[in-house]
C-alpha cells in the first residue's frame, strides 16, 4: 500500500485544500482525494508540483507501508 503523507505535510504547513488548489494549480479533486489517501492514480505532474510547493523529495510526499491483513 502507498501511503501519501500530503495531510501531514499540509498541517505542518499551516496550509488548507484550497491553499494547495491555488499554489499548484491541481484540481481541487485531485488534492482531496490525496490528502484524504483515496486516490487510485495520480499523475506524474501532480507529485512534481507537490514536491515543489513543500520543497520535498517524493519519498518524503510517498511512502510505502505494509498492508494490514
Known amino acids: 500500500m502507498i501511503r501519501c503523507h500530503l495531510a501531514r505535510m ?4 499551516k496550509l488548507r485544500i484550497a491553499d494547495v ?8 479533486n485531485t488534492v482531496t482525494l490525496l490528502y484524504k489517501e483515496t486516490a487510485q492514480k495520480v499523475d506524474l505532474e ?4 507537490l514536491c515543489l510547493l513543500f ?8 511512502e510505502i507501508a505494509p498492508e494490514n491483513n
Do not use: F, N, P, Y
Open 55 to 62: 520543497k520535498c523529495q517524493v519519498g518524503d510526499l510517498l
Open 10 to 13: 499540509m498541517g505542518e504547513h
Open 21 to 28: 488548489v491555488r499554489e499548484t494549480g491541481l484540481s481541487r
Open 46 to 49: 501532480a507529485i512534481d508540483k
